[in-house]
Structure formats: structure tokens, C-alpha cells
């Protein structure tokens, strides 16, 4: 079982460089999210997405756009990467409900310089 | 501001013994919580979850505690073994009206457990 893949798993940008961070689940779950993770901050949210079609902000969402494509599918897009953007992006899914398990993939690691 | 917060960065308890990570939280409106753990260069893996009608649920080795007035957490390993050595992260919800939960993570507690 794949589960939640992420690609890619490292990425050096420019500042100001552009790039997607895609996102696939084999799940058939309905809920994506993105997560980053920074040394001392835990994970924040990014952007979530309750179904095909729709997104929702988190708490970090500036400087970010997404896309669920379809129902596996959910990119994380930086239109012009700075250095404050350099961090550990988790993607992740789950089936709605409150004590559902979110499924994780194993992160992109992303430096900005 | 953290809403969500774990202040013991670390934690080493010996191999056989009783670990126990504390999770505080400032908002009164979160009613959902989860535990996971990462290990390094993974994503982070669902433990074990609560709700705010419960005061402690149990799987396993694990248990989680859940004082609402206090509005206060707590995970229990019992007996913690090496495999357990991990980075542990609680997370909290107030709920959702589209079926999907945003949950705010804490900043995680490093485990060490020394055979």
C-alpha cells in the first residue's frame, strides 16, 4: 500500500523561484491537508481540504496556494519562494470525523536561500 | 500566539517504566484531541484520541488523560519500551462543520527511552 506519497522529498529554490509540491493518496479518503513543520513550532496547517473542489485556509496559509485536483490528488503551490518559507512539508489524508487517523507521507524537505 | 502547548521539549525515562507527556491548550472551545508520534525523517503517526465527553481512554500500552477544567492532557506509556523513543505531538480540534477537523499540533516533546 502506498498510502499518502509526496513528491518531491528535497528541493533547493532561489528566493523568488516558484515551484508545486504534489500530493497523492490511494486511500479514497475525502479529507488532504498541508502541514509544515519548523524546529520549535510543531506542525501548523497550511491549507485543508474537505472534498474535491474545495479548500480551506489553516493557520499559515500566506504565501501559499493549492489545487485538490481530484479526489487523490492535492498540490501545494509557492509562486515566489522566500527564505522565511524553508521548512519540512507534510502532506496528509483522512476520512471525515473527529477521531479519524490522518495518514501521513514522510515530508519534502524545503530550502529557500 | 500557541494555543496548543507542550513545554517539556524532552523527556528520558527508563526502559520498563512509566512515561508521561503533558499537553496544555488555552482555547476552552477544543473539544477533539489526538496524539501521534514521529520518528525521524517520517511522517507522524496516529496514537491515540480523545473527546471531551471522556476523561481517559486506553490502547494498549497507552493512555490519555483528559482534564477539561484544567484544560490539560496528558499521555501515558506504560511500560515504555525503546521503540517508543520518538518525538510525540498532541493535537487539538474544536470541532467542524464540513466533517473535516482542522486540528493546531503542539510543538512536540522528544521521548528517550534508555534500555
Known amino acids: 500500500n502506498a498510502g499518502v506519497t509526496q513528491t518531491p522529498k528535497f528541493q533547493v529554490l532561489k528566493t523568488g523561484q516558484s515551484m508545486t509540491l504534489q500530493c497523492a493518496q490511494d486511500m479514497n479518503h475525502n479529507s488532504m491537508y498541508w502541514y509544515r513543520q519548523d524546529p520549535g513550532m510543531g506542525l501548523r496547517l497550511i491549507y485543508y481540504s474537505a472534498s474535491e473542489g474545495t479548500t480551506d485556509k489553516g493557520e499559515v496559509p500566506n504565501g501559499y496556494n493549492v489545487s485538490r485536483l481530484n479526489k487523490r490528488e492535492f498540490s501545494l503551490r509557492l509562486e515566489s519562494a522566500a527564505p522565511s518559507q524553508t521548512s519540512v512539508y507534510f502532506c496528509?489524508?483522512?476520512?471525515?470525523?473527529?477521531?479519524?487517523?490522518?495518514?501521513f507521507g514522510q515530508g519534502t524537505r524545503l530550502t529557500v536561500v | 500566539d500557541q494555543q496548543v502547548k507542550q513545554n517539556s521539549p524532552s523527556l528520558s525515562v527508563q526502559e520498563g517504566r512509566i512515561s508521561i507527556l503533558n499537553c496544555d491548550y488555552t482555547?476552552?472551545?477544543?473539544?477533539?484531541f489526538l496524539w501521534y508520534k514521529k520518528y525521524p525523517a517520517e511522517g507522524p503517526t496516529f496514537l491515540i484520541s480523545i473527546s471531551s465527553i471522556k476523561d481517559k481512554n486506553e490502547d494498549g500500552r497507552f493512555t490519555v488523560f483528559l482534564n477539561k477544567s484544567a484544560k490539560h492532557l496528558s499521555l501515558h506509556i506504560v511500560p515504555s519500551q525503546p521503540g517508543d523513543s520518538a518525538v510525540y505531538f498532541c493535537a487539538a480540534s474544536d470541532g467542524s462543520t464540513s466533517g473535516t477537523y482542522k486540528y493546531i499540533f503542539g510543538t512536540g516533546t522528544r521521548l528517550k527511552v534508555l534500555a
Open positions: 496528509a489524508s483522512s476520512w471525515t470525523g473527529w477521531n479519524t487517523e490522518a495518514f
Open positions: 482555547n476552552s472551545m477544543f473539544d477533539y
